[in-house]
């Protein structure tokens, strides 16, 4: 074999164990990209567990959020604060996967399904009425909402 043929043979191998390495980056970072949107996932729904939780442990809170979202006129003025603050912080939580979702973190089918639970709870007359005095989120947000709860099919 000559040295030029030698020299070939390595150019070869060498292009063989590049492709090989840029097969093993691509499936590492595929798996990194899945750990990190799973991350993501179990952060969001951890958050939205937190914050469900509170009328749970808060007998109180629970009485204010079972009667204002219904019937928000029965609630004296400190209880109906105390509803708009919990569904502010609430609309936070599904804010952030909105956004998640939208950068293609968190899967459709998760935010499908949170979106479902957010639209019950602001269809109701205290969701809708908390809802109408809220203008701090994004404005993609606040028009996905919008169409949601005006009834229409919000897109994702």
């Keep these: 074999m000559t040295l030029e043929q030698l020299g070939g043979l390595g150019e070869f191998l060498g292009a063989i164990a ?30 939205s567990q937190n914050v469900m939780a509170l009328p749970v442990q808060d007998l109180q809170l629970a009485r204010v959020v079972r009667v204002g979202l ?31 979702n939208r950068a293609g973190v968190i899967d459709d089918e998760t935010w499908e399904a949170r979106a479902r639970s957010l639209c019950t709870i602001f ?3 205290g969701g ?5 005095a809220s203008d701090a989120y994004r404005a993609d947000f606040r028009e996905w909402l919008n169409e949601a709860v005006a009834g229409e ?4």
């Design 18 to 47: 590049v492709f090989g390495s840029l097969l093993y980056l691509a499936r590492e970072i595929r798996e990194s990209s899945r750990s990190t949107r799973l991350a993501a996932m179990q952060t969001a729904m951890l958050a």
């Design 70 to 100: 219904m019937t928000p006129d029965a609630l004296t003025e400190d209880e109906f604060q105390q509803l708009r603050y919990y569904l502010f912080l609430l609309l936070r939580v599904y804010e952030d996967t909105f956004v998640q």
């Design 123 to 125: 269809s109701t007359p």
């Design 128 to 132: 809708r009425r908390v809802w109408r």
């Design 153 to 156: 099919k919000p897109s994702g």
